[in-house]
């Protein structure tokens, strides 16, 4: 116990030390933070299209989303977003003075409102608000976007899972993109995750508006209309990930690119995670590093467990190389917790 214990406190200090000690660092660093669903997806190297995930945990796939287990007649859930009191901080200081007081209430509500799920036996419903995305060709997404506000680009989504058996699990989901209050575009992606024995196969595609593809973070590289596949294979205390993107469009920046990661639970209240990218068509690469902490499976009665891990805090950090350069450092945290 104690040698697990020190393990604990050594990676939790290494990455604070890490993140704390970024602004010294020689090369341009952006945080995407707080960030309420992707820090995950990013520690893994954007390799998650396999693996099953909880809502505040998301892949790309809707295929994924899994909540409690099928045989349960009817559950609800609510997801709240902590992390948006920073947000709320920024939004009081920078732009609460612009808005009418009705709309300032929903402001606040929406950035500390995560999302809302509910699961009748095979079927699962989420739809989560006002979560920030980026413009793909938006260079100034790496220039102060932690001082932007998470209300500027956001997406608007539901999103449908169907376990339509142990090994076959399908799924859906809609998205609408807004500038503030002002829509922007739709787009739509479904999935399909299969498990044959020992391991996952998945496959999603995604078709973005024509005003272009929308994307959580640096590292999330979808094109306009994008065909990703991937392969996991999952254990109780780790799994192991990879996956290809945007398969049939080989014109497309992103083609072929290889995306790997992994995730080891040392101990219950602690994940470790780490991956990895080669951008394809450039000497540019990345590493991902970061950590879930506290699984809140284990504060809760078994019935009221999900199916996947439950990490109330998630932290990421990645770093993208050129050739053996770094240039880019990319910060990540996801707070949330499930009623």
């Known amino acids: 116990m104690k040698s697990r214990t020190a393990v604990w406190f050594l990676c939790v200090a290494a990455l604070l030390l890490f993140v704390r000690g970024s602004d010294a660092l020689a090369f341009e660093w952006i945080a995407v933070a707080p960030n309420p669903a992707y820090s995950r997806d990013l520690a893994m190297g954007a390799s998650t299209l396999a693996m099953s995930f909880a809502p505040q945990s998301q892949s790309i796939n809707p295929a994924g989303l899994t909540l409690f287990s099928p045989r349960d007649d009817f559950h609800a859930t ?19 003075g612009s808005r009418p007081s009705l ?47 998470s209300l500027d680009y956001h997406q608007n989504s539901l ?20 500038r503030y209050d002002r829509p922007e575009g739709e787009s739509y992606s479904y999935g399909v995750i299969l498990r044959p024995r020992g391991m996952n196969v ?20 979808r094109s306009d209309q994008s065909t990703s596949a991937g392969v996991a294979v999952v254990r109780e205390t780790f ?9 049939t469009q080989s014109d497309q920046p992103a083609f072929l690119e290889p995306h790997a990661g992994f995730e080891w639970r040392p101990v219950r209240a602690l994940a470790i995670r780490a991956g990895g990218v080669q951008f394809s068509r450039s000497a540019d690469w990345a590493w991902t590093s970061g950590i879930g902490l506290l699984d809140a499976n284990w504060l809760r009665s078994k019935v009221a467990r ?8 998630q932290v990421a950090v990645a770093v993208v190389y050129h050739r053996r350069t770094p240039r880019l450092g990319i910060g990540s945290l996801t707070c949330a917790w499930r009623l």
Do not use: C
């Open 78 to 96: 609510v997801f709240l977003n902590p992390g948006g009191l920073w947000q709320l901080k920024n939004y009081a200081d920078r732009e609460a």
């Open 202 to 221: 998945g496959v999603q595609y995604q078709r973005f508006p024509a005003s272009g593809a929308r994307v959580w973070h640096p590292l999330d590289r």
């Open 103 to 149: 709309a300032r209430a929903g402001d606040g509500a929406r950035l500390l409102l995560h999302g809302a799920a509910l699961q009748s036996h095979i079927i699962t419903l989420a739809a989560f608000v006002s979560q920030p995305v980026m413009a793909r060709d938006d260079t100034a997404r790496y220039h102060r976007f932690e001082q932007r506000s």
């Open 306 to 313: 999900l199916l996947v891990p439950d990490d109330v805090l």
């Open 239 to 247: 799994t192991v990930s990879a996956q290809v993107m945007n398969l």
């Open 159 to 178: 999103s449908m899972s169907l376990a339509l058996h142990p090994r076959v699990s399908v799924g859906g989901r809609v998205d609408r993109y807004y």
